[in-house]
């Protein structure tokens, strides 16, 4: 079966630590996608970034990193000096398919809240 | 570039109303679509996926019903709303590379 797990529900740091958000996911796809979405206070789901299994470089953006370890099924992401703009609701997601219809099994999410 | 739209942002109804909901995507043919709802503080859970005009799936049994009369419109639809079926409604399209791209969302609120 296809899950995610995301087992920090909430987080909160003070302004320029950094956090990292953990992402366990679990599936028998031999090849499979990933992929992270914030959630800002307005609610609409931005995508991040998408990771394809067979790449497991990991991928640096700006503050933002993601750390992909197909070994221990974990892709894990970093934000380095926090900012309050980063205050926001950030899900996990594997990609499915099911019946040939793509899907996204998402993880529940980790509230991060950057205290100023 | 693709955009997607959903309207209402907002909609408070009474229980036993009806529902529309509604999706609309812009410079892309023949897209998948999903309607997502998201409970206060949860996670997401799909409701509804389309392949094509006129093919849904459902995924969970439920008050609600979708429908896709075009090929970037999809619709969202309940005959007699519950109190359980309030909550942040997220409709979806999926691109080239399998990821999915997310409308503003509608914020139902049923009394």
């Known amino acids: 079966a296809q899950k995610v797990t995301q087992a920090q529900t909430e987080i909160s740091v003070v302004e320029k630590e950094d956090v990292t958000l953990d992402c366990v996911y679990e599936t028998r796809d031999t090849t499979y996608y990933l992929f992270w979405y914030k959630q800002p206070p307005s609610g609409e789901l931005v995508f991040l970034i998408r990771?394809?299994?067979?790449?497991?470089q990991n991928e640096i953006s700006g503050r933002y990193s993601w750390n992909f370890q197909k070994s221990t099924s974990s892709f894990n992401f970093t934000i380095t000096a926090s900012q309050v703009v980063d205050s926001a609701v950030y899900f996990c997601?594997?990609?499915?398919?099911?019946?040939?219809?793509?899907?996204?099994?998402f993880g529940q999410g980790t509230r991060l809240t950057i205290n100023p | 570039s693709q955009t997607i739209h959903q309207w209402p942002a907002t909609l408070v109804q009474p229980v036993g109303s009806p529902l529309s909901l509604e999706c609309t995507v812009e410079?892309?043919?023949?897209?998948?679509l999903y309607w997502y709802r998201q409970a206060a503080g949860r996670g997401l859970q799909l409701l509804f996926y389309?392949?094509?005009?006129?093919?849904i799936s459902s995924e969970v049994p439920q008050n609600l019903s979708a429908s896709r009369p075009q090929d970037r419109q999809f619709i969202l639809s309940s005959k007699k709303l519950l109190l359980s079926d309030s909550g942040f409604y997220l409709c979806?399209?999926?691109?080239?590379?399998?990821?999915?791209?997310f409308g503003p969302g509608t914020r139902l609120t049923v009394l």
């Open positions: 410079g892309t043919s023949n897209p998948n």
């Open positions: 389309s392949v094509g005009i006129g093919q």
């Open positions: 979806a399209w999926s691109g080239l590379h399998n990821e999915q791209f």
């Open positions: 990771r394809n299994s067979f790449d497991e």
């Open positions: 997601a594997l990609r499915s398919i099911i019946q040939g219809a793509q899907k996204l099994v």
